[in-house]
């Protein structure tokens, strides 16, 4: 069965620095692949996606993602933070079998 | 423009009870899909609908049952309520069914069983 692993449950980051967020995968073939951004009262955003092509993918409010087939990997990467970055990030795959599987999320704290 | 409606926001019920759930699609979308997300946990895939008919299920067991509705909108019914089934319910909805199509989601409704 699929699956999405997301190792780190809670990171605390300052204003200003760099972000990577961890996610693995498990799935038989070329997989599509989001990061999605949950904040509280709100609803899920999609932040990126992959389905093939160039690995480095770029996606709102200056995020990216690189996929790495070869760590079953699509970890999320932001060069500075912001403070309305705090939220909760989730992974997911979907498959052909039109289902999607999402990680546990990690959860953003920012200081200042 | 709308985003995806769900009502009702906040619903109590009790166990052994039957709830029914509804979700408004973006206009112009024609697929629906169910989540179901636990407190602390990340989104569980229960259905998908396009066009009427069930393009993907999730593991859930028999007592969770959806349907989608000529204007596209969806109910997502749960019979015989658990403690366990307390979570967010998640309507999310998008251009067509399959796993391409950006998906849109809804602000949810927040099931409590007791």
């Known amino acids: 069965a699929q699956s999405v692993t997301q190792p780190d449950i809670h990171i605390t980051v300052s204003e200003g620095a760099s972000l990577e967020l961890r996610c693995n995968y498990s799935?038989?073939?070329?997989?599509?692949l989001f990061w999605y951004v949950q904040s509280p009262g709100q609803g899920l955003q999609l932040l990126l996606k992959y389905f093939s092509g160039d690995t480095l993918v770029q996606g709102i409010k200056g995020f990216e993602a690189e996929f790495k087939r070869s760590q079953s990997s699509f970890n999320l990467r932001k060069p500075s933070v912001h403070w309305s970055d705090a939220a909760e990030y989730f992974c997911a795959v979907g498959d052909t079998g039109n289902q999607f599987y999402f990680g546990t999320g990690t959860s953003l704290t920012v200081i200042p | 423009d709308a985003g995806v409606t769900q009502s009702p926001t906040h619903l109590i019920k009790t166990r052994g009870q039957h709830v029914t759930l509804r979700c408004s699609p973006i206009s112009g979308h024609k697929s629906v899909s169910w989540y179901q997300q636990v407190l602390g946990q990340g989104p569980q895939f229960i259905f998908q609908y396009y066009e009427k008919e069930e393009r993907g299920r999730g593991n859930f067991p028999d007592r969770f049952s959806a349907r989608q509705f000529p204007n596209y909108s969806s109910e997502l019914n749960v019979n015989a309520l658990l403690l366990g089934d307390s979570a967010l319910y998640l309507c999310?909805?998008?251009?067509?069914?399959?796993?391409?199509?950006?998906?849109?989601f809804g602000p949810g409704t927040r099931l409590t069983v007791t």
């Open positions: 999310a909805s998008s251009l067509a069914g399959g796993v391409s199509y950006e998906q849109y």
């Open positions: 799935y038989g073939a070329t997989p599509y």
